[in-house]
């Protein structure tokens, strides 16, 4: 996926300014994918030159934001990114680096990075169930409401597993494993 493609999806749904546009990424979009305000706005004078958004006259007065909104041409971009068949991305986490380290030359000061970064995942998750809670009180029926719904799914279930893993990892490490078998020694 690319930013534009994440800034299209975001102007299909509303036309709005860029500032509007990075506070819909910090409190949605950014959670799947990530972007600086300033590559926002580089990324939507790409788009503007592409022709697949355009810029709307603030109006007078100081202060006023300028609006983009999505074109026809954007809009075809986006239905044929949408269509274009994709592999699974492969998990490219450096924990996973350094697990298997672990199990080499450990042990090591790993256990404090997995506790700190399972805090991490157990409030992300928390999070989106809040989210949920609020945004979805009762299962909905409308496709684009369940469609969103999915992806929040998706985030749940996403840290649900990095905070499964993340307990696991501790338990081997504090010898409490599946097999029961103790850390290592030094050597």
């Not at 949605?28 to 939507?44: K, N, P, V």
């Not at 788009?47 to 202060?63: F, H, K, M």
């Not at 949408?82 to 450990?106: Q, S, Y």
Request: proline share 8%; charged share 30%; glycine share 10%.
């Amino acid at each position: 996926m690319s930013l534009a493609h994440a800034l299209l999806t975001a102007l299909a749904e509303r036309p709005c300014s860029g500032s509007e546009l990075a506070g819909r990424f910090d409190r949605s979009i950014g959670y799947f994918w990530q972007a600086t305000h300033q590559q926002i706005y580089r990324e939507l004078a790409a788009l503007e030159t592409a022709g697949w958004v355009e810029s709307l006259d603030p109006g007078p007065g100081r202060g006023r934001r300028r609006a983009y909104r999505l074109l026809p041409a954007g809009r075809e971009e986006l239905r044929r990114w949408v269509g274009e068949a994709r592999d699974p991305r492969p998990i490219r986490d450096d924990l996973m680096v350094a697990l298997r380290a672990e199990a080499v030359v450990g042990p090591t000061g790993l256990a404090d990075v997995l506790a700190e970064r399972l805090g991490r995942h157990r409030a992300k998750l928390a999070h989106f169930r809040a989210i949920e809670t609020k945004d979805f009180p009762t299962p909905p029926t409308a496709r684009e409401q369940r469609l969103r719904h999915l992806v929040l799914k998706a985030g749940i279930a996403y840290e649900a597993e990095w905070v499964a893993t993340c307990e696991e990892a501790l338990a081997i490490l504090a010898g409490d494993g599946p097999d029961g078998e103790a850390p290592p020694g030094p050597p």
